[in-house]
């Protein structure tokens, strides 16, 4: 499975973005995909996760409130939804899929995470 993600670029602080994953082939049931990000000489963090249903979100608390997680199913596909941004959210920003529970990814260290996109870039000015 490869992870395809666009939607990053430039905006001024308390712009809006929107990122997009999609998922090269149809994947098994039950899994669970997420955005994390990451800046130069720092670790990769979590910023969101969703259920197989959809019906289960988790937010990092320094987006909460401003970013939304969602995904189609029947698209493969997962998105982010980014309001009121920050210079701090300045990082690459990275899709990602596993076959655990959300619960779990949100948690999960680089190398346990099943499948990773190569990220989109995405710059806040202030």
């Known amino acids: 499975v490869q992870l395809v993600e666009s939607g990053g670029g430039s905006v001024q602080a308390g712009g809006s973005l929107r990122l997009s994953c999609a998922a090269s082939a149809r994947t098994s049931g039950g899994n669970s995909m997420g955005w994390f990000r990451q800046v130069p000489g720092k670790e990769r963090e979590f910023v969101a996760t969703i259920s197989w249903s959809g019906g289960t979100q988790y937010y990092a608390e320094s987006v909460q409130g401003r970013f939304t997680i969602s995904r189609d199913r029947t698209k493969n596909t997962v998105d982010l939804q980014m309001d009121k941004l920050k210079p701090e959210d300045t990082a690459m920003y990275y899709c990602?899929?596993?076959?655990?529970?959300?619960?779990?990814?949100?948690?999960?260290?680089?190398?346990?995470?099943?499948?990773w996109g190569r990220g989109t870039q995405v710059t806040v000015s202030s």
């Open positions: 990602a899929l596993d076959s655990g529970p959300a619960s779990l990814l949100k948690v999960a260290t680089p190398n346990e995470v099943d499948y």
